[in-house]
């Protein structure tokens, strides 16, 4: 019995160690955009692509990865609620060259 006390005591001493030597998560986007464009984009994570499309669509947007089918995931990390993620979805799908543009909000695991 002494045995498991001491172990015991020794979790509860190293325990406060080893928690705070990690670094806190990365914060995940607000929310991930599906877009499919009418053309090939020749990079669409190229910098001054990604500037005009965040401009265009009033949030700051980062490429993520591509997808099967063409379209591309964008993370819209500075649109503040679903009503602000509405107005973006809407500006990009008014771009002649975005055939749609679908909203996915991540799930986020409590």
Do not use: C, N, W
Not at 85 to 98: G, I, N, S
Request: avoid cysteine; charge should be positive.
């Amino acid at each position: 019995m002494r045995y498991i006390s001491y172990g015991l005591l020794i979790m509860v001493i190293t325990l406060p160690v080893y928690s705070v030597g990690r670094a806190p998560a990365a914060e995940p986007p607000a929310a991930q955009l599906i877009v499919k464009f009418t053309t090939a984009v020749a990079d669409p994570a190229a910098a001054d692509f990604m500037r005009r499309l965040s401009r265009e669509s009033g949030a700051t947007l980062s490429y993520l990865r591509p997808m099967s089918g063409g379209a591309h995931v964008f993370a819209v990390t500075s649109a503040q609620g679903d009503i602000a993620l509405d107005e973006t979805v809407q500006r990009l799908a008014k771009r002649a060259d975005v055939v749609y543009v679908q909203k996915e909000q991540l799930a986020r695991h409590q």
